[in-house]
């Protein structure tokens, strides 16, 4: 069975600051995938990142960077010099190919100016 | 903009009753998947379709029942309609099964009164 922990339910920064997202999931894959999604206050979700299980160098775009460390079963999200428009809630998800793709609970992601 | 088409946006309707949420996926994607979102289940995975066939199920009730057309566009079929159905329907699209990126919606928002 697949599962996705995302433990940070709300977070609030203060605009200009750094966040990190957690993100720890389960799996019996040995291959898979972990996804990040953004889902605005306009409702609709908006893929960000995916990573397979075989590549864990992490990546930087731009102000968000992901760091996948297979060790700890954990693909964290960072976003530097946090704007108010990285208010959102944000999405974990994880899938096994054929399986069906589990998203996380989600984490509300507050920037306040 | 997507590329997914989710009709209708918004639907009001009586418990018992039974109604038809519509998706068309992106030009050339096979696979649609069906997401139900609430405040306190999150998002939950209700069943994958590929060119036509089922792929996966997740947790649909019986009272639900989805199929892919030859044209690939998915109709989620909720029936017997109880208060806590209430909630955002979500489709989304991705070219393979389930490794790709998916494009979500922007959702059926439904209202059991």
């Known amino acids: 069975a697949q599962k996705v922990t995302q433990a940070q339910t709300e977070i609030s920064v203060v605009e200009k600051e750094d966040v990190t997202l957690d993100c720890v999931y389960e799996?019996?894959?040995?291959?898979?995938?972990l996804f990040w999604y953004k889902q605005p206050p306009s409702g609709e979700l908006v893929f960000l990142i995916r990573?397979?299980?075989?590549?864990?160098q992490n990546e930087i775009s731009g102000r968000y960077s992901w760091n996948f460390q297979k060790s700890t079963s954990s693909f964290n999200f960072t976003i530097t010099a946090s704007q108010v428009v990285d208010s959102a809630v944000y999405f974990c998800?994880?899938?096994?190919?054929?399986?069906?793709?589990?998203f996380g609970t989600g984490t509300k992601l507050q920037v306040i100016p | 903009d997507s590329g997914v088409t989710q009709t209708p946006k918004h639907l009001i309707t009586a418990t018992g009753q039974r109604v038809t949420l519509r998706c068309s996926p992106r030009s050339g994607d096979l696979s649609v998947y069906w997401y139900q979102q609430s405040l306190d289940q999150g998002l939950q995975f209700l069943i994958h379709?590929?060119?036509?066939?089922?792929?996966a199920k997740g947790n649909i009730l019986e009272r639900f029942s989805a199929q892919q057309f030859p044209d690939l566009h998915s109709e989620l079929n909720l029936s017997s309609l109880e208060l806590g159905d209430s909630a955002l329907y979500f489709c989304?699209?991705?070219?393979?099964?389930?490794?790709?990126?998916?494009?979500f919606g922007s959702g059926t928002q439904l209202s059991v009164l």
């Open positions: 990573r397979n299980s075989f590549d864990e």
């Open positions: 998800a994880l899938s096994g190919g054929y399986q069906k793709v589990t």
């Open positions: 379709y590929y060119n036509g066939e089922e792929r």
């Open positions: 799996t019996r894959d040995t291959t898979y995938y």
């Open positions: 989304a699209s991705s070219s393979g099964t389930g490794d790709e990126k998916l494009f």
